[in-house]
């Protein structure tokens, strides 16, 4: 028998026994191959941007690993970023950072930057169908070297980047406008303290200040979405981050910004997979940063485990995908930029589809109190054929079911990114 007709009969076979338990496999695929999943840009050059006084990367961030063969210029990341896009089924969004402008070796300084900058990448968008998503960058810069940006004591600095998010904005809108489809700007910045500050009050009240200044300019929302993205603790300011959860989930309900929930920046035996039905009951909608947290790192590539079926089973049962925007950040330079990439969005894929195929009989358990009958079904649902549906996804979708993308993305290794110096 081909792989083909394999994938094929096994998908049959799979179909009758979810069938058997009240789902529908078809309703499921059709649903999956339209949730758009935001690729990161910064996973294909270790968040370096194409600035061209490109600096250290600061502000807490770090990518380790020397893999080789990392995009250096812009046409080089749309190529990875195709090269990705054609081992993953569906089609996707790209979420690009202000330092990814091309900027003509020209040095553009983050208060100059405009939506010009960016039609290569717009123009790119265009022809593929793609959705982009932008980030103002509050790092890697030398007004962001103490580690305090929008809430900085100092009123020019913060003026500084209270322009560069403002401009952001525009960016984002300008990519909304072309591509008929929102881009949701995140705002992170890495403001925090090493040591234990003496007043956290003072920056909290700065940084509110200054992103309602950033916000000032009404924007269409069909153009786009402002998120703002709250972190625990990063490098250098393990004792306070002035933009903590508590912070940013006050700011956006009273200012009717999206939360960015990133699945790194939390206590690490909390999950954001909780967070979205209580999010969900203030806020219209969520942008999710998955990601996955090791120890004292929020960015490792995302894997199929509990925590990622968790976050796409509460996604699907709660908010949808309307609600709540699905977008990967990580940043791992150890093994090929490429397939980080593309694990990462199979992956959450493969959790959603886990999700979709959720048997009713679970809910209908804990409906009826039978939290026996819950735990039972829970536990053997994990072992139905969800893999069989995958593959017809794949398939269906012309990209290669399994492990089959790995033999494509090492002959790019051979012939393209191998051979950058
Ligand atoms: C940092 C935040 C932020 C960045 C990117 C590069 O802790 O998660 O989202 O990772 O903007
Ligand atoms: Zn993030």
Redesign the pocket.
């Given at each position: 028998m081909s792989i083909a007709t394999t994938i094929a009969t096994a998908y049959d076979i799979a179909a009758d026994r979810y069938a058997a338990i009240g789902v529908d496999t078809e309703q499921a695929l059709q649903t999956l191959a339209v949730i758009p999943i935001s690729l990161?840009c910064?996973q294909g050059d270790d968040?370096q941007g194409f600035e061209s006084a490109g600096g250290s990367l600061g502000?807490?961030?770090a990518v380790t690993g020397n893999y080789p063969g990392r995009a250096r210029t812009p046409a080089e990341l749309r190529a990875d970023l195709d090269a990705a896009l054609t081992l993953i089924p569906g089609r996707h969004r790209v979420n690009l950072?202000a330092s990814y402008g091309e900027f003509g070796g020209r040095p553009v300084d983050r208060d100059q930057i405009e939506p010009g900058h960016f039609t290569g990448w717009i123009d790119w968008a265009q022809e593929r169908g793609l959705g982009l998503d932008f980030?103002p960058?509050c790092?890697a810069h030398p007004k962001a070297a103490d580690g305090f940006t929008l809430a900085h004591a100092d009123a020019g600095i913060r003026s500084f980047w209270i322009e560069h998010c403002r401009r952001a904005r525009r960016i984002g809108a300008a990519f909304g406008a072309a591509l008929g489809t929102p881009c949701v700007t995140?705002v992170?910045v890495?403001d925090g303290f090493k040591d234990t500050p003496a007043d956290r009050l003072a920056p909290r009240e700065r940084l509110a200040a200054a992103l309602d200044e950033v916000f000032r300019e009404p924007l269409p929302p069909e153009q786009l979405r402002d998120a703002v993205?709250p972190?625990l603790f990063?490098i250098g300011s393990e004792s306070c981050t002035v933009g903590s959860a508590e912070f940013y989930l006050g700011y956006c309900i009273t200012r009717g910004k999206l939360l960015?929930l990133?699945a790194?920046?939390f206590h690490p035996t909390e999950s954001i997979a909780d967070k979205l039905s209580s999010v969900l009951l203030y806020l219209p909608e969520i942008l999710l940063?998955v990601?996955r947290g090791v120890r004292w790192d929020?960015?490792h590539v995302v894997t199929l485990g509990d925590d990622l079926f968790a976050i796409a089973r509460e996604v699907i049962a709660t908010g949808g995908p309307e609600r709540i925007r699905i977008g990967l950040?990580?940043?791992d330079a150890s093994i090929h930029r490429v397939a980080a990439w593309v694990i990462g969005v199979r992956n959450m894929q493969k959790a959603l589809l886990a999700a979709l195929l959720e048997p009713p009989a679970i809910r209908a358990a804990e409906a009826a109190g039978d939290l026996t009958a819950r735990l039972a079904l829970q536990e053997e649902a994990k072992m139905l054929p969800v893999g069989a549906v995958w593959d017809a996804f794949c398939e269906r979708h012309d990209v290669a079911a399994g492990e089959g993308w790995l033999a494509a993305v090492r002959s790019y290794e051979r012939d393209v990114t191998g051979r950058r110096a």
């Open positions: 990161h910064w968040v502000g807490g961030l950072h980030n960058t790092f995140n992170w890495p993205e972190k990063g960015c990133d790194g920046h940063h990601s929020s960015d950040d990580y940043f």
